[in-house]
C-alpha cells in the first residue's frame, strides 16, 4: 500500500529524519496500551497542521490507512495501526498556543498533555476539568477522540462539555474550523459534538479550543470503609439522591485494598469489603455541613468507620488507596486488562457481584475500581499474556461482562472508547441499522475510510 | 553475580504498555519518539528477547539502548515498578559480551579510566591543550566540527587545574586536633583530575566538623564501565577497590561524588553471589556514604559565616534515585545563614550528563539541559548547586551556553565557604 | 397533496389524525399564506417512521412540529409539504429517579414534566421561551437555552440518549442511559439544535438534576450603563452565578411592561444564585456589600422577574413584530461592544433595546422594525455586525428570512466545510425530504455543490 512514490512525497511533506520505515523503528509504533497489535508501514513525526493536510490529501487519493497518534496510551486501541498504512505522530505538535484567563479559554495542539495543560492554568486560579487517570501522559488530541472522563466527571462533566471547538484536518486534507472561542449563537449544526468522542475517524484536530473553569475553593475529602461492597453501593446512591454531588466518588474492593496494604503499608482496613473515597468542593461555605451529612449517610448505610480529612496532609493520606491502586494491582501479576463498562448508578451493586462471580467461574483476580458516581466501572483483570489458555478466559469475561452491563441498561466503554478492543460488541449495543447509519455519518467525513480505518464501527457487514 | 539479560525475562514482561513512563522520561520528552522512551526501549528488548531480533545484530536497538540515561525515572513512576534501567544495563552488557565496545570506547574504559596514572596523564595534556592555544586553534579552524559529538562536547570541559587532588593532599589533609570520626574518602576520577577544588572544600569541610579523613589508593569505581556493559572490568575494579580500602579501620566510606557513592554501594550486589569477596562487599557497602548523607547524620558545626546569595538544588539521578537522597544536601544548604533556598521545578530530573552521555550524544544532552536551564531561570538563583561533578560539569556549561548569570557550584563549596566566612567574620585568618 | 397521499396518510394513522383543515394548517407554519398541504398527529415512532418513508417514495418535505413556540426562530416559510406534529406522544415512559433520568416521548410539554419530576425533587433544568407549553423534542431540536445556560449550559448539556426516526424511514437510538458513554458517535448532542433537518427525535433520555436547596435572585439598579456593565463583569469573575442578565434602560421598561416593574429607570442587572443554602448566601452577601443598591427577590418576586425577563421580546414585539439581532462576543469585549452598541442605537435607531446573557458573552438587540421591513434597519444592522466582528464576535437575525450573514460565518471556517454539512445532509437523508427549509441547513442545500 505504501510504495516508494508514496514515501518520496512523505519525505518531502516532513522531510527524511521525519518519515521512519525500518524493522526496528516501526516495531514500537505497533503498540498503546491496549492488547491490541498492528503493523505500520511507516511512521511520521509531524510539527503542524499543514504538513498534515498534506499527508491526508496523499493518503486519501491513494486510499492508504491512516492512524493518528499522540502519547499512545490509548486502552482500546485507538493508536494501533492494525490495517497498516502511515501512523501520524503528533507528539511534537506539543506547544500550548493561548491562555485567555478572563475569557477562560486555552488554545493547544493535540500534543500537549492534559496535566501541562492543568500546570499552565492553575496560576491562573483556573482548572480544565476533566481529569482522567492517565492525565500526565494522555495528550489533549487524544482526550478529544475518547471523549475523555475522569474522577471529576459526575460533577463537572467530560471532555466533550469542555472542548469548545477545534481546527481540524478532514480526511482529504482540508483544513476548516470548528466551533470556536465563543458560545455559539449562529444556526449552524453542531460538528464539534460529533467529533468529540469520535476516535479519530472524522479527523485529526490540530488545535484545540478548551474551556477553562475556574477552581473550586475549598474542598473536604473523606475515606468511609464498609463490609460489603454492596452497602458502598447503597451510600453512594443515597448520598446522591441527598442532592449532594461530591466531585470525587471512588470506589475500590478488597482486593485493591489489600493490594495497596501489602505495598505501602499505610494501615488500610485489610478485612473491609470496600471504601469509598468521597471529595466535595465548592466554596467553602457550606462544605461542612455537606461533609456532615455525607458522613451520616454512610454510617446509616453500612459504613464501619468515616474518616474526615483535616488538612491537606490528611487529605493527601486519604487519597494514597485510589492514587496507588493502580500500581498495587499491578505488582500482582505480569499483565493487567482494565475494562470500562458502565452502568447507571444503582446498578452498581449488582455488577460488582458479578464481577466477584466471574472471577470465581473463570479464575481470575480481578481488582475492583469505580468512579462509583456515574457507575463507571474500571475491573482490572490480572493474567499474563504469555499465557494463552489463560488469555481465553480474560476474553470469556470481558465478554460476559459487557454483556451484563448492556442488560443492566449500560454501556460498553464510558470513556475509553471502543476502538479495537471492543469493536466485537458492538453489535450486541446497536442493531445492524443502527451500526449502517453510524457508518453512513463516518462515510460523510470520511469517504475513503482511511483515517483509523476498522475501528469503533464494523465495516464488515454494514454496507452503507 | 550479575544477572544476565535473558535472566531477566519476569521482570520484562510485567511491562503493560500503559505509557506512564511518558510524564518523566527525558529522551522522550526531547524527543517525542516511542524508541527514546522507556516503554519503547522494554519494547525491543522484549521482542529481542522473544527472538524477533537479535539485540547485537541491531545498529538501531543498539542505538536506543544506549540513547538511555540509566536515570530512573521511569522505575519510580512506572505502576508495575519495571526496571527498565537494570534491563537496559543489561542489554548492553549482552551486547558488550558479544561485540566488545568501539574501540575509543574500550580504550577509554579499560585503558585510561581503569588506570588512574593514565587518566591524571591524560588530564594534564588537556590542560595543556586548554593553555597551549591549541584549544583556541581547534574551536576557531573548525577542526572540532569534524570530531562530531566528541568535537562538540569539548565545551562541557573545565578549565583543568594544575594539580589533581592526590597531588594537593598533603597540603589539604590535617588530622584534626579532636577527631570524633574516622573515615575514608574516595576519590572519583572526576573529582581528583577535573575538580579537585570541589574535594579540597569537602575534605576541609570534613577536617572542620573533626573528623579525620584517609584517602586510600582507589581505580575507578566502575560505574562507566556498567554503563558500557563492561563487566568483568567493572568486577575487577570493584575488588581492586575492596582490596584497597579493607586496610583501613574507618566508620564511614565517604565521597563527594554521587554517582561513586551509588557505584560503591552496588557493589554488595555485584558481588553479592561472590565466595571471596562477597561478604566484604556488604560489610563495604554498609559503610558507603554520600558527604552530605554523612554529615546529616554524624552532624555538622552550625557556626558559619554568611553566604548570601539565591541557591537552588538540582538532584543527582544517583542520589536522588540511586541512594534515595534528597533532603539532606537542602539541609545543608538551609543551614547557612544568608543563603535563600529555593526548590527548582523538577529538580530531580535528569540534567543529560548522566556521566559520558554529554560526550557521546552531546545533541540530545544539550535539549535535556535545555529543559534544565528553562526550569533553573525560573528560580532567579544566582547558585545552582548539587552533589555530582558530572552534574557539576553538565550544569556549568549549560549556564555558560544559556548565558545565565549563575555559578554551578558542589554542596560541600558552599558550606566551606561558610565556614571560611566565619573565620574571616570572627577575624581568624582567612584560609 | 396528491389525495391519494392524504388516504394513505389516513390509513396509517387514523382519520381524525391527519388535518387539512386551513387553521390548523396555518398554525402549523411560518408564513400567513405558506402552509403545509397538511398536519399529520402520530401517537408512536412506528407511525413517525411510516408517514416518512411514504414522504420519502413521494418526495414530500416533511417538518417535525411540536408546541410550535420556537418554530419560526428555525424554520424559514415553506409552502406544500408535510407538517407532523408529535405533541400525541407525550408519556413518560421510565422516570428512574434513583439514576436522575427520565426517558420521556418528544410530544410532552415541559409544564408537565416538570411537575412530575418535582415529585421525587428533581428537575429537567432547561430554559425556553415557553417553559410550560414547549415540548422536550422542540426543546432538543431548537437548541434551547434561557439565562441559566451560565450556570447549566443549554440544553445539549442535559440529554444522555435519543430515539430517532430517520428521513429512510429506520428508527435508530443514539447515546444511552449513562452520564459516561462513547459507544457511538454522539450524534444526541449533534442533534441537538438541529432544527428537525436530520430527523425526528420521538423520545429522549433526559440527565436531571436535583432541585437546589435554595434559589436566590438579586436585582442591581443602575443609573448608568457603564456601572452596569461594570458590576456584571465583577459578578462573574468574583462569584458563580448561575444567570447573569443585563438589561439597558430600554429593555427594563420593556421588564416593567412584561409584568416585573423595578425602581428607578436606568439599567438593571439581574443575577440567579442556587445551591446549597451557605453557598448561595455567601454570594448574595457578596454582591450586597459591593452594591447596597441591590435587592433580594425570593419565591413569587424572583419567579416574576424572571418570567418577565423571559418574555421580553415577545412583549417588545408586540402585535406588530420586531426584529431580533444575537450577539456573541468575547466576554473581554462586552463592555466595548455593549458601549459601542448604545451609542449607536440612540443614532440610529432610538426605540432599540438591548439585554445581554452578560456571563455567556450573548447580547439581544431587539430593533422596532417588523421582519417584512428589514430594509429599514439593514443599515444599522451591518454597522452593528462590523462592530461585532471587528471585536472578534458574530452578529446574526434570528427572525428574518435572510440567512447570508449566518452563511457567511459558516462559510469562513473553511471551503470544505459547506460540502461536509452537504454530505452529513445526504447521510441521514438521502432524499432530502427532511426539513428544507430548516435554516441550519437552508443556506448549505441551495448553494453548495452536492455530493450524495
Given at each position: 500500500m505504501v510504495d516508494q512514490s508514496t514515501l518520496n512525497e512523505l519525505v518531502r511533506i516532513v522531510g527524511r529524519e521525519n518519515v521512519l520505515t525500518s524493522k526496528v523503528s516501526l516495531n514500537t509504533y505497533m503498540y498503546d496500551a491496549s492488547l491490541v497489535y498492528g503493523q505500520p508501514e511507516v511512521v511520521v513525526y509531524v510539527q503542524n497542521a499543514q504538513q498534515i493536510a498534506a499527508i491526508m490529501k496523499l493518503a486519501s487519493s491513494k486510499k492508504i490507512p491512516v492512524t493518528p497518534r499522540g502519547g499512545g496510551t490509548c486502552l482500546s486501541g485507538g493508536a494501533v495501526p492494525q490495517r497498516g498504512g502511515i501512523v501520524i505522530v503528533m507528539t511534537r505538535m506539543n506547544r500550548i498556543l493561548e491562555i485567555d484567563p478572563e475569557n477562560r479559554v486555552a488554545v493547544v495542539e493535540p500534543g500537549v498533555t492534559n496535566m501541562e495543560l492543568q500546570k499552565a492554568v492553575a496560576p491562573y486560579g483556573l482548572v480544565y476539568m476533566p481529569d482522567p487517570a492517565s492525565q500526565k501522559v494522555s495528550t489533549m488530541g487524544g482526550n478529544l477522540g475518547e471523549n475523555s472522563g475522569g474522577m471529576r466527571g459526575i460533577k463537572y462533566g467530560l471532555t466533550r462539555d469542555h472542548i469548545i471547538g477545534m481546527e481540524l484536518v478532514l480526511s482529504n486534507g482540508e483544513i476548516v474550523q470548528i466551533g470556536?472561542?465563543?458560545?455559539p449563537i449562529a444556526q449552524e449544526l453542531n460538528l464539534n459534538a460529533l467529533l468529540i468522542g469520535s476516535e479519530g475517524n472524522l479527523g485529526i484536530a490540530t488545535k484545540i479550543i478548551c474551556k477553562l473553569t475556574p477552581a473550586p475553593r475549598a474542598n473536604r475529602t473523606m475515606l468511609a470503609t464498609y463490609k460489603t461492597l454492596e452497602d458502598a453501593g447503597t451510600s453512594v446512591s443515597a448520598i446522591i439522591a441527598r442532592g449532594i454531588i461530591p466531585c470525587t466518588l471512588e470506589l475500590m474492593d478488597n482486593k485493591i485494598i489489600n493490594a495497596v496494604e501489602d505495598w505501602l503499608h499505610i494501615g488500610l482496613p485489610v478485612d473491609a469489603g470496600a471504601i469509598l473515597l468521597i471529595e466535595v468542593d465548592g466554596w467553602d461555605a457550606g462544605l461542612d455541613r455537606q461533609a456532615q451529612q455525607i458522613m451520616e449517610i454512610c454510617r446509616e448505610n453500612g459504613a464501619t468507620d468515616v474518616k474526615l480529612a483535616k488538612n491537606a496532609k490528611e487529605r493527601d493520606d486519604l487519597w494514597t488507596a485510589r492514587r496507588m491502586a493502580i500500581g498495587a494491582i499491578g505488582r500482582l501479576a505480569p499483565n493487567y486488562d482494565m475494562e470500562d463498562a458502565t452502568v447507571p448508578r444503582t446498578k452498581l451493586p449488582e455488577i460488582l457481584k458479578e464481577v466477584n462471580r466471574l472471577s470465581q467461574e473463570y479464575n481470575l483476580a480481578i481488582g475492583m475500581l469505580a468512579h462509583a458516581g456515574d457507575g463507571n466501572l474500571h475491573p482490572l483483570v490480572l493474567f499474563d499474556e504469555r499465557n494463552k489458555e489463560q488469555m481465553e478466559r480474560v476474553e470469556k469475561v470481558r465478554a460476559a461482562l459487557f454483556r451484563k452491563a448492556l442488560d443492566l441498561g449500560g454501556t460498553l466503554s464510558g470513556e475509553h472508547g471502543i476502538g479495537l478492543a471492543k469493536l466485537e460488541f458492538v453489535r450486541w449495543a446497536f442493531n445492524p441499522e443502527e451500526l449502517r447509519f453510524l457508518r453512513r455519518v463516518r462515510l460523510a467525513f470520511d469517504p475513503s475510510e482511511i483515517l483509523n480505518a476498522g475501528k469503533t464501527v464494523p465495516d464488515t457487514d454494514t454496507a452503507a | 553475580m550479575v544477572k544476565t539479560f535473558r535472566q531477566y525475562e519476569e521482570d520484562i514482561v510485567r511491562c503493560n504498555r500503559c505509557g506512564f513512563c511518558e510524564e518523566v522520561c527525558p529522551t522522550y520528552k526531547a524527543t517525542g519518539e516511542e524508541f527514546s522512551l522507556a516503554r519503547g526501549r522494554n519494547r525491543l528488548m522484549r521482542q529481542s528477547m522473544e527472538g524477533h531480533f537479535d539485540l547485537t545484530k541491531e545498529p538501531e536497538i543498539n542505538h536506543h539502548i544506549y540513547s538511555?540515561?540509566?536515570?530512573g525515572a521511569c522505575v519510580v513512576t512506572c505502576p508495575s515498578s519495571v526496571i527498565t534501567d537494570t534491563l537496559v544495563k543489561a542489554a548492553r552488557a549482552e551486547i558488550t559480551r558479544a561485540n566488545g565496545n568501539p574501540f575509543p570506547i574500550r580504550m577509554a574504559l579499560r585503558g585510561v579510566l581503569a588506570r588512574q596514572r593514565r587518566l591524571t596523564l591524560g588530564a594534564k595534556a588537556l590542560r595543556f591543550y586548554q593553555r597551549s592555544g591549541a584549544r583556541w586553534l581547534a574551536r576557531h579552524t573548525g577542526f572540532l566540527g569534524l570530531l562530531g559529538s566528541l568535537g562538540k562536547a569539548e565545551g562541557l570541559l573545565p578549565d583543568i587545574p594544575a594539580r589533581t587532588l592526590r597531588e594537593r593532599l598533603p597540603e589539604v589533609l590535617k588530622k584534626p586536633l579532636k577527631p570524633r570520626h574516622k573515615v575514608a574518602y574516595f576519590a572519583g576520577c572526576m573529582m581528583n583530575n577535573f575538580f579537585p577544588q570541589v574535594a579540597e572544600s569537602t575534605l576541609r569541610v570534613f577536617q572542620e566538623n573533626d573528623i579525620e579523613v584517609v584517602v586510600p589508593v582507589s581505580n575507578c569505581c566502575g560505574i562507566p564501565h556498567e554503563a558500557y556493559g563492561e563487566t568483568e572490568m567493572h568486577i575487577k575494579l570493584a575488588k581492586e577497590n575492596l582490596d584497597s580500602f579493607k586496610r583501613f579501620n574507618v566508620e564511614a566510606v565517604v565521597t563527594d561524588c554521587a554517582s561513586c557513592a551509588h557505584g560503591l554501594h552496588y557493589y554488595a550486589e555485584l558481588l553479592k553471589d561472590d565466595p571471596e569477596y562477597g561478604p566484604l562487599a556488604q560489610e563495604f557497602a554498609a559503610k558507603v556514604k554520600e558527604a552530605s548523607q554523612y554529615l546529616a547524620e554524624v552532624g555538622f558545626k552550625k557556626e558559619m559565616g554568611p553566604v548570601n546569595a539565591t541557591v537552588t538544588y538540582h538532584d543527582p539521578c544517583h542520589a536522588v534515585r540511586g541512594l534515595k537522597i534528597k533532603n539532606e544536601p537542602r539541609q545543608i544548604l538551609k543551614s547557612i545563614p544568608g543563603v535563600k533556598f529555593v526548590e527548582m521545578n523538577e529538580s530531580d530530573w535528569c540534567c543529560g550528563g548522566a556521566g559520558s552521555y554529554n560526550v557521546t550524544h552531546y545533541d540530545l544532552s544539550q535539549r535535556i539541559l535545555a529543559r534544565k536551564m528553562e526550569n533553573f531561570k525560573k528560580t532567579g538563583a544566582q547558585y545552582l548547586a548539587t552533589s555530582c561533578p558530572a552534574c557539576l560539569m553538565q550544569l556549568a556549561h549549560g549556564l555558560d551556553v544559556h548565558h545565565l548569570p549563575a555559578r554551578a557550584i558542589h554542596v560541600m563549596q558552599l558550606l566551606d565557604q561558610a565556614y571560611q566566612n566565619r573565620a574571616v567574620k570572627s577575624g581568624a585568618r582567612a584560609v | 397533496m396528491r389525495q391519494e397521499n392524504i388516504n394513505k396518510l389516513e390509513k396509517i394513522l387514523g382519520a381524525g389524525n391527519c388535518q387539512v383543515d386551513p387553521d390548523i394548517r396555518r398554525q402549523h407554519s411560518c408564513s400567513k399564506t405558506a402552509l403545509p398541504d397538511a398536519v399529520v398527529y402520530p401517537e408512536s415512532s412506528q407511525q413517525v417512521a411510516e408517514v416518512l418513508k411514504l414522504a420519502g417514495e413521494e418526495g414530500i418535505p416533511v417538518v417535525p412540529w411540536g408546541a410550535g413556540t420556537m418554530a419560526c426562530r428555525g424554520l424559514l416559510p415553506l409552502a406544500g409539504g408535510l407538517v407532523i406534529n408529535l405533541t400525541r406522544m407525550n408519556k413518560i415512559i421510565e422516570y428512574d429517579y434513583e439514576n436522575m433520568t427520565a426517558y420521556v416521548e418528544a410530544g410532552i410539554p415541559l409544564g408537565e414534566l416538570q411537575k412530575t419530576l418535582r415529585t421525587h425533587n428533581l428537575y429537567w433544568p432547561v430554559e425556553p421561551v415557553e417553559p410550560d407549553t414547549c415540548t422536550v423534542g422542540g426543546c432538543i431540536a431548537a437548541g434551547a437555552s434561557g439565562p441559566s445556560k451560565l450556570g447549566y449550559g443549554d440544553v445539549k448539556f442535559h440529554i444522555l440518549g435519543l430515539e430517532v426516526v430517520l428521513p429512510t424511514g429506520e428508527i435508530i437510538h443514539t447515546g444511552g442511559k449513562t452520564v459516561k458513554n462513547v459507544q457511538d458517535y454522539d450524534n444526541t448532542r449533534f442533534l441537538a439544535g438541529s432544527w428537525g433537518a436530520l430527523g425526528i427525535i420521538t423520545k429522549a433520555m433526559l440527565k436531571l438534576r436535583p432541585v437546589p436547596e435554595k434559589e436566590t435572585t438579586v436585582f442591581l439598579p443602575f443609573k448608568q450603563l457603564k456601572e452596569a456593565i461594570a458590576a456584571a463583569r465583577i459578578i462573574r469573575n468574583d462569584t458563580l452565578p448561575v444567570a447573569l442578565e443585563l438589561l439597558d434602560g430600554a429593555a427594563m421598561a420593556v421588564l416593567a411592561r412584561a409584568g416585573w416593574k423595578a425602581d428607578g429607570k436606568g439599567p438593571g442587572v439581574l443575577v440567579a444564585y442556587n445551591g446549597f443554602r451557605e453557598q448561595v448566601d455567601t454570594q448574595v452577601d457578596y454582591v450586597k456589600k459591593q452594591f447596597p443598591a441591590a435587592t433580594i427577590l425570593e419565591g413569587e418576586a424572583a419567579a416574576a422577574a424572571w418570567q418577565a425577563r423571559r418574555q421580553l421580546f415577545p412583549v417588545f414585539a408586540g402585535a406588530s413584530g420586531a426584529i431580533l439581532a444575537s450577539v456573541a462576543i468575547p466576554f473581554t469585549a462586552m463592555e466595548e461592544f455593549l458601549t459601542r452598541a448604545r451609542d449607536e442605537l440612540k443614532q440610529s435607531r432610538k426605540g432599540a433595546a438591548l439585554a445581554a446573557h452578560f456571563g455567556n458573552g450573548h447580547v439581544h438587540i431587539f430593533l422596532d422594525e417588523a421582519p417584512s421591513a428589514y430594509a429599514g434597519v439593514q443599515e444599522t444592522v451591518n454597522r452593528l455586525a462590523t462592530l461585532a466582528g471587528d471585536l472578534g464576535g458574530l452578529l446574526v437575525v434570528d427572525n428574518i428570512d435572510d440567512l447570508t450573514l449566518t452563511r457567511r460565518w459558516v462559510e469562513a471556517r473553511g471551503r470544505a466545510v459547506m460540502e461536509l454539512l452537504s454530505r452529513l445532509k445526504a447521510a441521514f437523508d438521502p432524499q432530502r425530504i427532511m426539513a428544507p427549509n430548516s435554516k441550519v441547513l437552508a443556506y448549505v442545500i441551495d448553494n453548495s455543490r452536492a455530493v450524495s
Open positions: 470556536g472561542k465563543l458560545e | 538511555c540515561l540509566l536515570c | -
